[in-house]
């Protein structure tokens, strides 16, 4: 392994994390206001809330898992330095994350307000304010089996409708 090999997979760790915890503090603060706004009264940070969250950040991570997956790949196979064009490559990739996290936000967001609107008679979001963490457990299982039953398919839409990278490199 060369110098700049291992300079080149430190860059990839040190901005992965830096993404992910990016993306995490958006979907927090998001969650977070929507919360508020919801229930004004109620101290946002209850241990329903917290759950309901941890379910969130589960499923976003298991769908951009494989954007980093194909960071690597995509990014790996090119020479650096000669013909390889990095900046447009890592321009194209930082695209096929913030594409991938805001499909994900809305499909996660559809799935729950779906599912929400479908228990008519309970009301989990009033029922996280007053703390009762079994809503928030609920939901948290519906955006974890969501994401995990729709990894395969979002990723592959993204990248044949936006970026021409070949699915077996994602995978």
């Not at 993306?23 to 329903?48: C, D, H, T, W, Y």
């Not at 494989?66 to 194209?92: D, K, Q, T, V």
Request: net charge negative; charged share 10%.
């Amino acid at each position: 392994m060369t110098g700049n090999n291992v300079f080149f997979i430190l860059g990839e760790l040190v901005f992965g994390c830096l993404v992910l915890v990016l993306f995490m503090f958006i979907v927090f603060r998001f969650l977070q206001g929507m919360f508020k706004r919801m229930f004004p009264a109620v101290e946002s940070m209850n241990l329903a809330f917290s759950i309901f969250t941890g379910g969130a950040f589960i499923s976003m991570a298991l769908l951009m898992a494989p954007n980093f997956e194909a960071f690597h790949s995509y990014l790996g196979l090119m020479e650096i330095g000669s013909e390889g064009n990095f900046a447009g490559a890592f321009f194209r990739l930082v695209a096929f994350n913030v594409l991938t996290l805001v499909f994900t936000m809305m499909i996660i967001t559809i799935a729950v307000m779906v599912f929400t609107m479908l228990t008519t008679n309970v009301s989990e979001f009033k029922r996280m304010s007053e703390n009762k963490v079994g809503p928030a457990v609920l939901l948290a299982s519906l955006m974890i089996s969501i994401a995990l039953m729709l990894r395969s398919p979002l990723v592959s839409l993204i990248s044949e409708l936006f970026f021409d990278i070949p699915a077996e490199m994602i995978f």
